[in-house]
C-alpha cells in the first residue's frame, strides 16, 4: 500500500481542486490520501464524489497553532467535522486570514514589491488566502524564481520582513478539540527548520503527554539526519510516525507519495479514530 497523507487542495493553498487531486493520487499510484488544507473541511465533499474506485480518502485538516510565539501546524484526521468547538476555532482562523493577507500586501509593498491584493485575491479564488497565494504573486511579478523563495527572513518566513501573525489555536487546545472529535492528531514537519524557528524537543514530549497521537517524520522539509532524529524520539515519547508530500499542486515541487506512511500505522491511525473514518473509492 502507498499512503500519503498531507496534501492540499484549492479549498486552502494548493492548484488542484479536491477532484483533480484524488484523481491524480490515484493517477501516481497511491491506495490511501487524505485531504488535509488549512483550517478547512471545505474540499471533502467534491473529494468523496470524484473518488476514484481503488484510492481510499481520508479525511482531515491542518490546523494553525502557536506555541511560545513559534508557528506549528497540527494534522488531524478523521474527527467529526460538524463538532461544534472545533468548527468554531476553524472558522476563527479562517477569519482571520484576509485581515492577515492584506497586512503582509501592505508590508510587501513597503518593501518596494508592487503586489496588490487584487492579484492576491485572483489566484487565491474560493481558496483560504495564505502565504502561498502572496507568494505565487510575486513569482508572477518577477520578484523571486520559485513560491519556496518567499519563505526566508527576508520574505514571508515565519521571522519575515513581511511575516504578519494570525488567529492560531494553542496546540493543546487543538489536540484537546481534535481528540474530543474523534479525531488523530499528528505534529506536521515539528522540525522543518527551513520555515522558521521550530519548537524544542521538549515541547513535542509536553504535547505528547497530552494526547498527541504522532509526529511527521517523512517529508521533504526534513533531511535524513532529522528523520532519524525524529525517530529516536517517537520511539522514547511513544508516538507513532508518519510520512507524507505535503502536496500542493503546482505550487511546491513536491509529487504526491513522495513520502509515504506505513500501512501498520494507517492501520493504527484508523483504529484510533472515532469521528470519521476512511471513504473507499466507488468511481467517481
Given amino acids: 500500500m502507498r499512503i500519503d497523507l498531507h496534501t492540499h ?22 491506495d490511501v490520501v487524505a ?16 473518488l476514484p474506485a481503488g484510492l481510499t480518502l481520508v479525511t482531515g485538516a491542518e490546523l494553525s497553532c502557536r506555541l511560545d510565539g513559534v508557528s506549528l501546524h497540527l494534522l488531524a484526521y478523521l474527527f467529526d467535522p ?28 513597503e518593501l518596494g514589491v508592487p503586489i496588490t491584493w487584487e492579484q492576491v485575491a485572483r489566484i487565491a479564488g474560493d481558496g483560504a488566502v495564505g502565504r502561498p497565494h502572496l507568494a505565487t504573486a510575486m513569482v508572477e511579478l518577477g520578484v523571486i524564481g520559485s513560491v519556496s523563495d518567499a519563505f526566508t527572513a527576508e520574505w ?65 522539509d526534513h533531511d535524513a539526519v ?15 510516525t508518519t510520512g507524507s508530500s505535503d502536496y ?20 493504527e491511525i484508523t483504529r484510533r479514530a472515532t469521528g470519521a473514518f476512511p471513504v473507499p473509492g466507488a468511481g467517481g
Fill in 9 to 30: 487542495s484549492t479549498a486552502s493553498d494548493g492548484t488542484d481542486t479536491p477532484a483533480e487531486l484524488v484523481r491524480n493520487a490515484a493517477a501516481a499510484g497511491l
Fill in 35 to 50: 485531504l488535509t488544507d488549512h483550517d478547512t473541511v471545505a474540499g471533502h465533499a467534491e473529494a468523496r464524489a470524484a
Fill in 82 to 109: 460538524d463538532e461544534p468547538e472545533l468548527a468554531r476555532e476553524r472558522e476563527l482562523v479562517r477569519d482571520d486570514r484576509v485581515p492577515r493577507a492584506r497586512a503582509m500586501v501592505g508590508k510587501l509593498r
Fill in 156 to 220: 514571508l518566513a515565519n521571522d519575515g520582513r513581511a511575516y504578519v501573525e494570525k488567529h492560531e489555536l494553542d496546540p493543546f487546545d487543538a489536540i484537546r478539540l481534535v481528540k474530543a472529535a474523534g479525531g488523530v492528531a499528528v505534529f506536521a514537519h515539528p522540525l522543518a527548520v527551513k520555515r522558521g524557528t521550530c519548537v524544542p524537543e521538549s515541547a513535542i514530549a509536553e504535547l505528547a503527554a497530552a494526547g498527541l497521537d504522532g509526529i511527521e517524520v517523512d517529508h521533504m
Fill in 226 to 240: 532529522t528523520r532519524a532524529r525524529l525517530r529516536s524520539l517517537a520511539a522514547d515519547l511513544g508516538l507513532l
Fill in 248 to 267: 500542493h499542486g503546482s505550487r511546491k515541487t513536491c509529487l504526491l507519495g513522495d513520502c509515504t506512511t506505513d500501512p501498520e500505522i494507517y492501520g
